[in-house]
């Protein structure tokens, strides 16, 4: 009968708002949940009972439309709402926010799963993983610090473990040379008092161990302890005594001890005099001048006192040597200290020296010598110069025109030679002096001296991992507390056709449905997966005004589904009642 028909169509009414009411309690819930995807329910109608299809407009008749009556309603499913939630701020690395269409991809065991909630966190680790403990998944880098694209891994971020070196590659300058300053014509003299043999003059080729009065042995060291370069003092150096050593070798090591570049260094082409200052000579009656490079900044300080001479058991023995400084070493010039890195993050020193050559019509000219005591054996130059141990290097001219500027190469390359110290060897560095802001001038300062910086450089000493950003393409970049930035990895998103039909696995996570489709694995802001925003967190989709609405309607309708069952009671009973 009609009335029975009628209680079951109400009774419909009543499951399908209290299905809508369950949806809708489920928003609200989870209207502070991170990243939530807000669902609705809708409705259908279930089949009618057809009384009549209807007939076709005749000749005698206009036609009538079907006779159905509906047999209640249906829930036809419900659809979720992938629109991007508020993205708030946190301040915390680790909290990441997608804005787009992406997903971030985490694995639970050997289970791929999706989310779009960023809260992570380290674990123990350093495995970057969820709250609920799944791993999130990107790409790695390799021993240089580039992104490994194309192969998915955990992502790590060593924290207080990783450890980072960067040798040197470039060191940039900055300052002026003072084209007022005296040219330099003249370096340190050092008569060093008579070298004899027998009564005849000595040579260069005289042993040291056939001068009169034998004053060296085979065995017997000579160490020069507190000669200056420039008010600076020179490493401590020693030279043993053989058989065979001559004065001439004896010179050439002080002359690498004290830094000196023979004949300046001199390259072809250089508009300065032909001979310029650093070597030595003997003369007939066997006295060696020792001569320095030009400049105040390159003139020597060499006493008596600073030679100590001690024979092969240690026990110090008379010094023979009468040392007289002749001329002092003149011209304008300036002198800078500068660290650079190895490759295991060892600070080394080097001293450059700029001395002004010469003036011409073109302009000015400048010599620049490079010295430090941590090269191991010296250097091998484009122009033919060698240094000895502790790496004494000059460059080719340095030219500014008559408007202070550069002329010649900006970049002067040096070559630190570090053999044995377990360290890529050699070193080698450029040193920019026109970099940009930095930039190395010669002008004038009338009654000033010139100045000269090492203002920034590429290398730093041992560092650890202390802090890391995450970008908006989702590459990680980790702060290291030596100052050094690099890449450390690379959050990777998914992308699916109809994100609409992934199955919901519970903790923010879902997995792939039958009518997601395949996901299609990218970066960031690329196939429309969106931006990462680092330091921050999506909230939830859920409009609560929206859904109170709801709640009103469905109440509404589920009250009025009962009053449907109401009323058809009471017609049965009405119907009963005649029965009586």
Excluded: C
Aim: charged fraction near 15%; charge should be negative.
């Amino acid at each position: 009968m009609g009335s029975t028909t009628a209680l079951f169509t109400g009774l419909s009414g009543l499951n399908a708002n209290a299905r809508r009411l369950e949806v809708i309690g489920n928003n609200i819930a989870n209207v502070n949940t991170t990243a939530f995807k807000s669902n609705r329910m809708l409705f259908s109608t279930t089949f009618a009972r057809n009384y009549n299809l209807g007939s076709q407009p005749a000749e005698t008749s206009g036609g009538t439309n079907p006779f159905q009556v509906g047999l209640g309603v249906n829930v036809a499913g419900t659809q979720r709402n992938f629109a991007n939630g508020a993205v708030g701020a946190t301040g915390i690395p680790t909290d990441m926010a997608l804005e787009g269409d992406g997903m971030f991809i985490v694995k639970r065991g050997s289970q791929q799963l999706f989310t779009r909630s960023g809260a992570f966190q380290l674990n123990s680790r350093n495995d970057l993983v969820t709250v609920t403990g799944e791993r999130v998944q990107g790409y790695g880098v390799d021993d240089r610090f580039n992104i490994v694209a194309g192969r998915v891994q955990d992502m790590n971020i060593p924290l207080g473990v990783l450890k980072l070196a960067e040798a040197t590659r470039n060191v940039n300058f900055s300052g002026n040379l003072n084209a007022d300053g005296t040219v330099a014509t003249a370096g340190t003299s050092l008569v060093f008092g008579a070298l004899r043999v027998g009564g005849s003059g000595a040579t260069l080729t005289t042993p040291l161990t056939g001068l009169d009065g034998t004053p060296f042995a085979d065995g017997d060291r000579i160490t020069i302890d507190g000669a200056q370069r420039g008010g600076k003092t020179v490493p401590v150096r020693t030279f043993t005594v053989t058989a065979t050593t001559t004065v001439g070798d004896f010179m050439s090591f002080l002359q690498n001890t004290l830094g000196v570049v023979p004949n300046g260094g001199r390259s072809s082409g250089d508009p300065t005099p032909s001979t310029e200052p650093g070597g030595f000579a003997i003369d007939t009656n066997g006295v060696v001048t020792f001569t320095g490079n030009w400049g105040s900044m390159n003139d020597l300080k060499l006493v008596a006192g600073d030679i100590r001479v001690t024979d092969s058991g240690g026990v110090a023995k008379a010094n023979p040597f009468t040392i007289t400084k002749a001329q002092a070493a003149t011209g304008e010039s300036v002198r800078t200290g500068f660290v650079v890195y190895d490759s295991l993050g060892t600070p080394r020193n080097v001293d450059l020296t700029m001395v002004l050559s010469a003036k011409d019509s073109t302009g000015t000219h400048w010599r620049a010598f490079l010295h430090s005591a941590d090269d191991t054996d010296g250097l091998h130059l484009e122009d033919g110069a060698r240094g000895g141990t502790g790496f004494v290097e000059l460059v080719p001219l340095l030219s500014f025109n008559t408007q202070g500027r550069l002329t010649s190469t900006p970049s002067i390359p040096m070559s630190l030679d570090l053999s044995q110290e377990g360290v890529i060897d050699p070193l080698n560095v450029t040193l920019n002096l026109g970099q940009g802001a930095d930039t190395v001038t010669a002008f004038s300062n009338t009654g000033g001296s010139s100045q000269i910086a090492a203002v920034s450089q590429d290398g730093a000493a041992l560092g650890t991992l202390s802090s890391f950003a995450v970008n908006d393409n989702g590459v990680i970049t980790g702060g290291f507390t030596n100052g050094l930035t690099r890449t450390i990895g690379q959050v990777v998103i998914a992308r699916f056709t109809n994100a609409a039909g992934l199955v919901d696995a519970g903790n923010n996570l879902f997995s792939v449905g039958p009518n997601s489709g395949e996901a299609v694995i990218t970066v960031p802001t690329e196939f429309g997966t969106g931006r990462v925003v680092g330091g921050a967190l999506e909230g939830s989709n859920v409009d609560l005004s929206q859904e109170f609405i709801n709640m009103i309607l469905t109440s509404t309708g589920y009250s009025a589904s009962s009053r449907v069952i109401t009323t058809t009671d009471q017609l049965i009973q009405q119907l009963l009642a005649l029965a009586r």
